[in-house]
Nanobody, 115 residues
Framework: VQLVESGGGLVQPGGSLRLSCLAS????????MSWYRQTPGKERELVAR????????NYADSVKGRFTISRDNARYTVYLQMNSLEPEDTAKYSC?????????WGQGTQVTVSS
């Protein structure tokens, strides 16, 4: 089982990034997929979640209207489009897959928003 994130980097405030998470080793379409983020000294925060059937999306209040989660079951990939980025969005973003009692995590990708 692998979840491999990509797309992080350094961006100026107001800019955009698209994160990708490529899954392998499990039946991707069965799993709810989420993006979490964490900064040193803080608890991990749920950013966005998308249901297995792409019919239910949830967002943290802090990112509503700016971030969009989507998935491509044929490509075993979940995306996080991040617009209007703010310095407070700086964190390590990790991909999560969950199906019943099964749960997997990626290693994460760093997003830094700074001028």
């Amino acid at each position: 089982v692998q979840l491999v994130e990509s797309g992080g980097g350094l961006v100026q405030p107001g800019g955009s990034l698209r994160l990708s998470c490529l899954a392998s080793g499990f039946t991707f379409r069965w799993y709810d997929m989420s993006w979490y983020r964490q900064t040193p000294g803080k608890e991990r925060e749920l950013v966005a979640r998308i249901g297995s059937a792409d019919d239910n999306r949830n967002y943290a209040d802090s990112v509503k209207g700016r971030f969009t989660i989507s998935r491509d079951n044929a490509r075993y990939t979940v995306y996080l489009q991040m617009n209007s980025l703010e310095p407070e969005d700086t964190a390590k973003y990790s991909c999560n897959a969950k199906y019943g009692g099964l749960e997997y995590w990626g290693q994460g990708t760093q997003v830094t928003v700074s001028s």
